[in-house]
């Protein structure tokens, strides 16, 4: 459990599969997602079934959860991704499903704390991530926490009946400024 002053990052639990399925056959949500096909129950389901196995111990996802007075909501997923021991690195990713949730600073913060952990707990160097290139309140919130644009991959998504840009970004452990 990773706790700030406005969310909570906490493990995944079989409960949330109304959640995942809910947020992530949201076409608001996944336009700026790589995700295309529909979200099955089954798939979900089989996600959840296997971050209990050996080949989740490369991943570590959260889900986010808000802080309201005494209670918290489950608002998205966040987590670092194909962990790397030998590199020391991993990827990113994080998803606000709850749109009402939206700009309002929770994933600026929740991002924050996943960063932290990736540095100070998991001994990572380096943090990968990549955004699509319309997707500007998301590379405005990396460039916040501290990412560097590393180049963009030029037409790598097809959405919408036509080809983006991807930007991709990173972050060193020497260059993170411990926010
Ligand atoms: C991207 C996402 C994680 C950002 O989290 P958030 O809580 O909504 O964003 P924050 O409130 O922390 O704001 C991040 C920055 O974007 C800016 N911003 C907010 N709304 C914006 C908008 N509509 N357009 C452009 N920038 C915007 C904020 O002002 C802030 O920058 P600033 O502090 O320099 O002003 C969240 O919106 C989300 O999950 N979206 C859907 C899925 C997604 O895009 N995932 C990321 C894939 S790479």
Do not use: C
């Amino acid at each position: 459990m990773l706790r700030g002053k406005t969310v909570v990052l906490r493990p995944v639990r079989r409960s949330d599969l109304p959640h995942f399925l809910k947020w992530f056959n949201d076409p608001e949500v996944t336009q700026y997602l790589t995700f295309y096909l529909p979200m099955t129950e089954m798939a979900e389901e089989k996600y959840i079934e296997d971050l209990g196995t050996a080949k989740a111990s490369i991943n570590a996802p959260f889900v986010i959860e808000a802080i309201e007075g005494e209670d918290t909501k489950a608002i998205g997923t966040i987590g670092l991704h194909n962990i790397n021991s030998k590199d020391h690195n991993a990827g990113f990713g994080i998803a606000i499903g709850d749109k009402r949730y939206w700009s309002r600073g929770y994933g600026t913060e929740a991002a924050a704390l996943i960063i932290r952990y990736g540095f100070e707990q998991l001994n990572l160097n380096r943090i990968n991530s990549s955004v699509i290139a319309f997707n500007e309140r998301s590379a405005r919130m990396h460039r916040k926490l501290g990412f560097v644009e590393e180049g963009i991959q030029r037409e790598s998504i097809f959405k919408n009946g036509r080809y983006h840009d991807q930007i991709g970004f990173g972050l060193l452990r020497s260059e993170w400024k411990g926010t």
